[in-house]
């Protein structure tokens, strides 16, 4: 197995922890505060390193939003903050299902593929051009 293959996984569990920890600071932010607790959630040795992540985050979403406005429009860009959470919930659910599926195919189930079920016109009516009189 190649290393690009294995890149996949590993930044899907790194995400994950990413997310857990964000949800879990603020809980316990949130606790302290409501306590009158002042006790420091982080050592302050951490707050550099959170600064600089966070500025590398913010760098990301102010380029991928200059990106998307110049290719489409300024509204575009505002909702590709949005798509970035979103994005990453979806890319979240689908490594958990191949995670699932990959476990049930070493146990010796068969593979079976997902296809989109697609509704196509019917071709004899109207969306197939000309009306019934012309037939």
Same mark, same amino acid.
């Given at each position: 197995?190649r290393?690009r !293959?294995r890149? &996949?996984?590993l930044?899907?569990v790194v995400?994950?922890?990413?997310y857990l920890a $964000?949800v879990a600071w603020s809980i316990?932010?949130f606790?302290?505060?409501?306590?009158?607790?002042d006790?420091?959630?982080l050592s302050?040795?951490?707050?550099? $390193?959170?600064? &600089?992540?966070a500025?590398?985050l913010?760098w990301?979403i102010?380029?991928?939003?200059?990106v998307t406005?110049?290719v489409?429009d300024?509204r575009?860009?505002?909702?590709?903050v949005?798509? $970035?959470?979103?994005g990453?919930y979806v890319?979240l659910?689908a490594?958990r299902?191949a995670?699932?599926?990959?476990?049930?195919? $070493?146990r010796?189930?068969?593979?079976?593929?997902d296809k989109?079920?697609? !509704?196509?016109?019917?071709? !004899?009516g109207?969306? &197939?051009?000309?009306n019934?009189?012309?037939?």
């Amino acid at each position: 197995m190649r290393m690009r !293959d294995r890149r &996949a996984p590993l930044s899907i569990v790194v995400l994950a922890a990413a997310y857990l920890a $964000l949800v879990a600071w603020s809980i316990a932010g949130f606790v302290h505060w409501a306590v009158d607790d002042d006790a420091a959630i982080l050592s302050a040795a951490w707050w550099p $390193l959170l600064v &600089a992540n966070a500025a590398i985050l913010a760098w990301r979403i102010v380029v991928r939003a200059a990106v998307t406005a110049h290719v489409y429009d300024t509204r575009e860009a505002w909702w590709s903050v949005p798509r $970035l959470v979103v994005g990453n919930y979806v890319a979240l659910l689908a490594a958990r299902r191949a995670g699932w599926r990959y476990l049930m195919m $070493l146990r010796g189930e068969a593979l079976v593929w997902d296809k989109t079920r697609h !509704d196509f016109p019917d071709l !004899d009516g109207p969306a &197939a051009g000309g009306n019934a009189a012309t037939r």
